[in-house]
C-alpha cells in the first residue's frame, strides 16, 4: 500500500509493484510518503519524506520521520523513528534509533540502540553493541552502555561479560556484584570481613565491614587489599571510630590498646 505525492495505491501480491514512476519490486512493503523509489526488500515501512531512499535490497526495517534510514542500501531489521535518525546507514543491520539524529552517522554497525535527541551521533563507522540514552557516544565504541548528554556526562561504561554466576559487570575493569569476601579476626575479639567490588585501571574501591572489633594491645593489624592501587587512595568514608594508615597496598589499623568494641564500615577509593 502506498500514500503520498503523486503515488496512487497498490494492493496486490506485490503490495508496492509500480507505482508513478517508482520501480518497486518487493512484497508486503507499507509505504507512506515518498520513499523506496527503487526496492526490491520486503516488509518494510516507510513514512515520511525521502525515508529508505536508497534502500535496495534491506529488508524488514521501519522508517518513521523525514530523511529517515535515507542511505539505507541492505541492513535489514533496522527502526528509525525521527528526523534522520540512522540517516548513514548502509548495511548496518538490527538497530534502533529513536529521536532526532538519533544513530545519523553510523554506516555499518549492528546491535546498537540509542534514543534521544542525536544519541549515538558520533558513532560513523561499524561501532556495534552499544547502548546510547542521551549521549553522543565516542567514536568506536563497541560493548558501550552511555547514559547522559554529551561524550563525558553521567556515562556508565559498561561491559556486560557473564550474567551467569559470578554476576560479574565490568566497568573497564570488573565490578563483581557477589566478590568473594575475606576476613581477618580481631587481635582480641571481633571481625572485620572486606572485598573489593570494583577493579579497574582508573578506579578502585575496597570496603571495610568492622564487626565487634577489639584490639586491647599495642599491635596494629594490616590488611592487604585484594588488588593493589596504581597511583593513589584515601579513606572517603569511616563510621567506625578507628584511625588507620593507608597506601596503595596496605591498611593498617592502629592498636587502640583498650577494650572498647568497634563497628562499622571503611570506604576507600581510588586509582
Known amino acids: 500500500m502506498a500514500f503520498g505525492e503523486g503515488i496512487f495505491a497498490s494492493v496486490g501480491t506485490l503490495g508496492l509493484v509500480k507505482i508513478a514512476g517508482y520501480t518497486n519490486a518487493s512484497n508486503e512493503n507499507v509505504?507512506?510518503?515518498?520513499g523506496l523509489p527503487s526496492n526490491s526488500g520486503d516488509k518494510n515501512v516507510s513514512i515520511g519524506f525521502n525515508n529508505l531512499?536508497?534502500?535496495?535490497?534491506?529488508?524488514?526495517?521501519?522508517?518513521?520521520?523525514?530523511?529517515?534510514?535515507?542511505?539505507?542500501?541492505?541492513?535489514?531489521?533496522?527502526?528509525?523513528?525521527g528526523y534522520q535518525s540512522l540517516y548513514s546507514n548502509t548495511s548496518g543491520y538490527v538497530q534502533i534509533a529513536i529521536g532526532e539524529a538519533a544513530l545519523t552517522n553510523i554506516t555499518t554497525g549492528s546491535y546498537n540502540i540509542?534514543?534521544?535527541?542525536?544519541?549515538?551521533?558520533?558513532?560513523?563507522?561499524?561501532?556495534?553493541?552499544?547502548?546510547?540514552?542521551?549521549a553522543s557516544g565516542v567514536a568506536g565504541d563497541r560493548?558501550?552502555?552511555?547514559?547522559?548528554?554529551?561524550?563525558?556526562?553521567?556515562e556508565v561504561d559498561a561491559i556486560v561479560a557473564n550474567l551467569a554466576s559470578?554476576?560479574?559487570i565490568s566497568f573497564a575493569g570488573s565490578v563483581a556484584i557477589n566478590v568473594s569476601q575475606s576476613s581477618l579476626a580481631?587481635?582480641?575479639?571481633?571481625?572485620?570481613?572486606?572485598?573489593?567490588?570494583?577493579?579497574?585501571?582508573?578506579y578502585?574501591?575496597?570496603?571495610?565491614y568492622f564487626n565487634g572489633y577489639e584490639n586491647d594491645t599495642t599491635t596494629a593489624q594490616s590488611i592487604t587489599f585484594p588488588t593493589a592501587f596504581s597511583t593513589i587512595?584515601?579513606?572517603?568514608?569511616?563510621?567506625t571510630g578507628l584511625s588507620f594508615t593507608l597506601s596503595t597496598t596496605t591498611l593498617t589499623i592502629t592498636a587502640p590498646n583498650n577494650t572498647s568494641l568497634y563497628t562499622g564500615l571503611v570506604i576507600i577509593e581510588g586509582w
Not at 31 to 34: S, V
Not at 143 to 154: A, D, E, I, L, P
Not at 233 to 239: A, E, G, H, L
Open 31 to 34: 509505504l507512506i510518503g515518498t
Open 204 to 208: 578502585k574501591k575496597v570496603i571495610l
Open 114 to 134: 540509542a534514543i534521544g535527541y542525536g544519541a549515538g551521533q558520533n558513532y560513523t563507522s561499524s561501532e556495534s553493541y552499544n547502548i546510547i540514552l542521551g
Open 166 to 168: 559470578p554476576y560479574t
Open 53 to 81: 531512499t536508497s534502500n535496495t535490497v534491506g529488508a524488514n526495517n521501519i522508517s518513521i520521520g523525514y530523511h529517515s534510514l535515507y542511505s539505507n542500501t541492505s541492513g535489514n531489521f533496522n527502526i528509525g523513528i
Open 233 to 239: 587512595n584515601t579513606i572517603t568514608f569511616n563510621n
Open 143 to 154: 560493548y558501550m552502555f552511555r547514559v547522559g548528554t554529551g561524550t563525558t556526562n553521567h
Open 186 to 202: 580481631g587481635t582480641t575479639a571481633g571481625t572485620v570481613t572486606y572485598s573489593e567490588p570494583f577493579v579497574g585501571s582508573s
